[in-house]
């Protein structure tokens, strides 16, 4: 089983930076791929960047150029560096970490983000 704790969420003005960290717990070998998604309210979760193993990364098209995705295998956590960030970035946002074919799967248990002034 794996346990994962989201953090770094908050209040932050338009224009403003955070830095989300999702810290693994468990038996973490075989994962894959590390993910962040977000909620809004009223709307479908939807993934914001991903990164694999090997390091390839892959980002939703209206945060490209804004939010970074990295991931420290030594401290087991994955970080979404968000920059320039926006009222319609407002949302729960959560981690995943998963195997290559989703047999194991984990979600955190997210993270409010709201971008207000």
């Known amino acids: 089983q794996v346990q994962l704790v989201e953090s770094g969420g908050g209040l932050v003005q338009p224009g403003g930076s955070l830095r989300l960290s999702c810290a693994a717990s468990?038996?973490?070998?075989?994962?894959?791929?590390k993910a962040w998604y977000r909620q809004a309210p009223g709307k479908q979760r939807e993934l914001v960047a991903a990164?694999?193993?090997?390091?390839?990364?892959n980002y939703a098209d209206p945060v490209k150029g804004r939010f970074t995705i990295s991931a420290d295998n030594i401290k087991n956590t994955v970080y979404l560096q968000m920059n320039s960030l926006k009222p319609e970035d407002t949302a729960v946002y959560y981690c995943?970490?998963?195997?290559?074919?989703?047999?194991?799967?984990?979600w955190g248990q997210g993270t409010q983000v709201t971008v207000s002034s």
């Open positions: 468990g038996s973490i070998f075989s994962i894959y791929g």
């Open positions: 990164i694999t193993s090997g390091g390839t990364t």
């Open positions: 995943r970490f998963h195997t290559r074919n989703y047999a194991r799967d984990y």
